[in-house]
């Protein structure tokens, strides 16, 4: 079983959709869960970390059911410039080794 | 906003040439990894480094890599003899003690021909 797992897609939206994301990772004793945000051929970039209560930034809202082993990241009103690819990433050793998922491709059409 | 800077963007190398990869990571941060990405694969761990010894590093990091802190600024990653299937972007990041986030460079790519 792969450590994280993400539908590939792509995921083709309108403008101004509501899209969401779900990502499910396999170690029961990881403590960090995020995600990033990778445009193509860049580096991946912070989009937001993912707490237990959930939490929310903007249009962003973050998910995490730890019984599940299950990550969500639901985009309100998207933008084309939301356009890219979205990265489960969750740290399963204090600090020291980021384990990626092999991201979702968002394109967020006129 | 700091940022990790690493150098070359691009670099083409012949198979079973060294090269070294550099980084600069952000001044106040103690935690340093590199990461890298074969093309249209996911990013995978290579190693992390803190207190200026290696505190992980993953299968992937064999006796053909090390790293390296040799000034108080400078993080370099080397691969000794590189083979075809090393071409790959290379990321450097870093990150500061007691925050969750890494920052990451804008990587290197690497083409071993």
């Known amino acids: ?110 | 906003e700091p940022e990790v800077t690493q150098t070359p963007s691009h670099q083409v190398t012949q198979m079973g040439q060294e090269v070294i990869l550099r980084c600069v990571p952000i001044s106040n941060h103690l935690y340093f990894y590199w990461y890298r990405q074969i093309l249209g694969q996911k990013v995978e761990f290579l190693v992390s480094f803190y207190n200026n010894e290696i505190s992980e590093k993953s299968e992937i990091f064999d006796d053909q890599f090390s790293v390296e802190r040799p000034d108080g600024s400078n993080f370099t990653l080397k691969i000794r003899s590189t083979k075809l299937e090393d071409s790959a972007m290379y990321f450097c990041a870093s990150r500061s003690p007691g925050t969750p986030g890494y920052t990451f460079g804008s990587g290197t790519r690497l083409t071993v021909v």
């Not at chain 1, 939206?13 to 029961?28: D, I, L, Q, R």
């Not at chain 1, 019984?67 to 979205?86: E, P």
């Open chain 1, 1 to 110: 079983r792969k450590e994280v797992e993400q539908d590939p897609g792509p995921f083709n939206v309108p403008e101004g959709a509501t899209v969401a994301f779900n990502c499910t990772y396999s170690n029961s004793a990881s403590q960090s869960f995020f995600w990033y945000r990778q445009d193509c051929r860049k580096e991946p970039k912070l989009l937001m970390s993912v707490y237990s209560s959930g939490n929310e930034d903007g249009r962003f809202t973050a998910q995490l059911n730890r019984a599940s082993q299950y990550i969500s990241l639901l985009i309100r009103d998207s933008k084309l410039s939301d356009s890219a690819t979205y990265l489960c990433v969750v740290n399963s050793n204090a600090g020291n080794m980021l384990t990626f998922g092999g991201g979702t491709r968002l394109m967020v059409k006129p």
